[in-house]
């Protein structure tokens, strides 16, 4: 048996606002944006190359509005890995999206912390070969 993760559901307070912080800053590609009813549509972000992706799901109540950029009570969300940390890190503070903790360097690769539009907190990741 195979199984693997599809989707990771992000609670968002704005679909379009969502769509371009995740297409605009941080390079994930628009995969799907599909009108479900008048208040819901589905919108998945993917990172290039990344058989994982996030579903954008639109804040619907209060308890939901709540969580929004914490869904994880403070701790670091999601892990984000790369081939060209230097690079994409770069290209972050370019697009000015907040660091929270500036690249260390690893036994392991190289590490930084960022926060998506929300206050999400994201490990920048590039392993190093293990070759």
Not at 23 to 36: A, H, S
């Amino acid at each position: 048996m195979k199984q693997q993760l599809a989707h990771i559901a992000l609670v968002v307070t704005d679909y379009d606002e969502a769509i371009a912080f995740y297409t605009g800053k941080l390079n994930f590609q628009l995969t799907e944006d599909t009108v479900m009813s008048a208040s819901k549509r589905w919108v998945i972000v993917t990172p290039p190359g990344s058989a994982c992706s996030l579903l954008l799901a639109k804040a619907a109540n209060e308890q939901q509005q709540s969580v929004v950029g914490n869904q994880t009570g403070g701790r670091v969300f999601l892990f984000l890995h790369t081939t060209d940390f230097d690079n994409y890190f770069q290209r972050l503070v370019d697009l000015n999206v907040k660091m929270v903790r500036q690249p260390d360097v690893e036994t392991w690769g190289k590490v930084a912390v960022f926060e998506d539009l929300y206050g999400n907190l994201w490990d920048l990741i590039e392993q190093r070969d293990q070759s």
